[in-house]
């Protein structure tokens, strides 16, 4: 897992703004004629010199989609290079060629290739989908047989326990599916089928369980 590529590309497409303001002179004591303001008196025709250095921005929309990749990004275990297709060398601008007839920025690729144009785009479950990282915690599905009575009493009991983080009621040989998460602990196989016995199977409604626990989990879902 630790050899995989955690490096994401976020090209973004800033303004360039050119600043007009007054420039005090460069001698003491003299003054330029083009170091005054346009339309001073005095100034000449040419106001090319007091044209400021060019300033380069991001729109607000723009600025909060690198903010967003970059916390997420941060969380799950990438880091994301930004790249200003507007600022850009030489180089860069012959590797951006693939992004050819993108129509709005930012546009972010993943590692594998996959890509996130234009700003609404920009969600914590579009960023988690293309980042898919590592869970933490431990992660168990058991599946339940229930025998008939009162399902919403069923149902109550496990959503009150703070491990049961989904349910899914299915046809067939078993009745529901429980997503449980341990989320300070450990894959410890123990401490799980512990929990499903004690807590689960001691409500009286269920009949049988049988239980998975991974030994590797990967996730594409907001953590």
């Known amino acids: 897992m630790a050899d995989e590529p955690r490096e994401l590309t976020l090209y973004v497409q800033s303004k360039k703004a050119v600043t007009t303001f007054y420039r005090t002179p460069t001698t003491q004591g003299t003054t330029s004629m083009?170091?005054?303001?346009?339309?001073?008196?005095?100034?000449?025709?040419?106001?090319?010199?007091?044209?400021?250095?060019?300033?380069?921005?991001?729109?607000?929309e723009q600025a909060r989609c690198v903010a967003l990749a970059e916390d997420l990004a941060e969380k799950r275990g990438y880091k994301v290079h930004v790249v200003?297709?507007?600022?850009?060398?030489?180089?860069?601008?012959i590797i951006t060629e693939h992004l050819r007839g993108v129509q709005t920025f930012p546009v972010l690729i993943s590692p594998l290739g996959q890509r996130l144009e234009g700003s609404a785009k920009f969600t914590?479950?579009?960023?988690?989908?293309?980042?898919?990282?590592?869970?933490?915690?431990?992660?168990?599905?058991?599946?339940?047989?229930?025998?008939?009575?009162?399902?919403?009493?069923?149902?109550?009991l496990l959503e009150s326990l703070p491990e049961v983080k989904e349910l899914h009621f299915l046809t067939?040989?078993?009745?529901?599916?429980?997503?449980?998460?341990?989320?300070?602990?450990?894959?410890?196989?123990?401490?799980?089928?512990?929990f499903v016995t004690d807590r689960i199977r001691g409500i009286p409604e269920i009949l049988d369980t049988s239980t998975v626990v991974?030994?590797?989990?990967?996730?594409k879902f907001p953590l």
Do not use: C, H, Q
């Open 172 to 194: 067939g040989d078993w009745d529901i599916l429980v997503v449980l998460d341990f989320e300070n602990g450990t894959s410890n196989k123990r401490r799980v089928l512990d």
């Open 34 to 60: 083009s170091a005054l303001p346009p339309g001073a008196p005095g100034a000449g025709s040419d106001t090319s010199t007091a044209l400021g250095d060019p300033v380069y921005f991001l729109s607000d």
């Open 124 to 156: 914590e479950e579009e960023l988690s989908a293309i980042m898919p990282t590592e869970l933490k915690g431990a992660r168990a599905f058991s599946y339940l047989k229930v025998r008939g009575g009162d399902l919403d009493r069923i149902r109550r």
């Open 84 to 93: 200003d297709v507007e600022k850009a060398g030489m180089i860069e601008r």
């Open 214 to 219: 991974p030994e590797y989990s990967l996730t």
